[in-house]
């Protein structure tokens, strides 16, 4: 069984659109992440919601909105999406908020915006 | 100042030879420090951790990490490097905000 798991793994799209990456775990954790990884491989966390609550927002266009239906999913979903918005998209989940915990990947999501 | 930096974009050695890939730190108090290891078309996947404790730490894959406080390093090695260890290497630990960071990452290459 997948533990974190992402979909699409591919999303092409054309600027302007609007598009959603889901992200599941049956880790049972409490705690979910959005990493966003560029052509270089600089990994820089963007989200963070524990227990359904918003708990780290970094400086990330208001374009991108976490949805956290529960704490089993965390959605990622962009608005007018821009060339800049092309990336891996990583989600990923620790036991709870501390700070020892090691976090869960999930395979990515590749985004393309042409 | 980064949170963590990783001195080396590039590492090359041979199989069967020992292995280090650097990381060094820049938080104050005690950190909690991480390596993670990416393989191609992969998500990240856990390697060890130091928390508290022994500055030397066991994780998966035969790795291990020594934490030095007064050099405030982190660095990864492994005895006797396998080409499948091939893969980016990423060290990662909190900064001042409390965001997890991570460094820009170490390519690792094990030549047969």
């Known amino acids: 069984d997948t533990a974190v798991s992402q979909t699409p793994k591919y999303l092409v799209t054309q600027m302007g659109n609007d598009k959603s990456i889901k992200c599941e775990q049956n880790?049972?954790?409490?705690?979910m992440y959005w990493y966003k990884q560029d052509s270089k491989k600089f990994l820089k966390i963007m989200f963070s919601y524990n227990n359904k609550e918003l708990i780290i927002n970094e400086t990330v266009p208001n374009r991108f909105s976490p949805k956290s239906p529960d704490k089993a999913h965390l959605n990622l979903h962009i608005n007018s999406l821009e060339l800049g918005d092309s990336a891996v998209y990583f989600c990923?989940?620790?036991?709870?908020?501390?700070?020892?915990?090691?976090?869960?990947f999930g395979p990515g999501t590749r985004l393309t915006v042409t | 100042a980064q949170s963590v930096a990783q001195p080396e974009d590039q590492v090359k050695v041979a199989e069967g030879n020992p292995l280090t890939v650097k990381c060094t730190y820049s938080?104050?108090?005690?950190?909690?420090l991480f390596w993670y290891v990416q393989y191609p078309n992969r998500g990240l996947q856990f390697l060890l951790k130091y928390i508290t404790g022994d500055n030397l730490v066991k994780g998966s894959y035969g790795f291990e990490a020594e934490f030095n406080k007064s050099q405030t390093s982190f660095h990864l090695k492994k005895p006797s490097a396998l080409v499948s260890d091939s893969a980016l290497y990423f060290c990662a630990t909190y900064n001042y905000g409390q965001n997890f960071v991570f460094g820009p990452g170490t390519r690792l290459s094990v030549l047969p």
């Open positions: 880790l049972g954790h409490d705690t």
């Open positions: 938080v104050s108090g005690n950190p909690y």
């Open positions: 990923a989940s620790s036991q709870d908020r501390h700070r020892y915990y090691e976090q869960y």
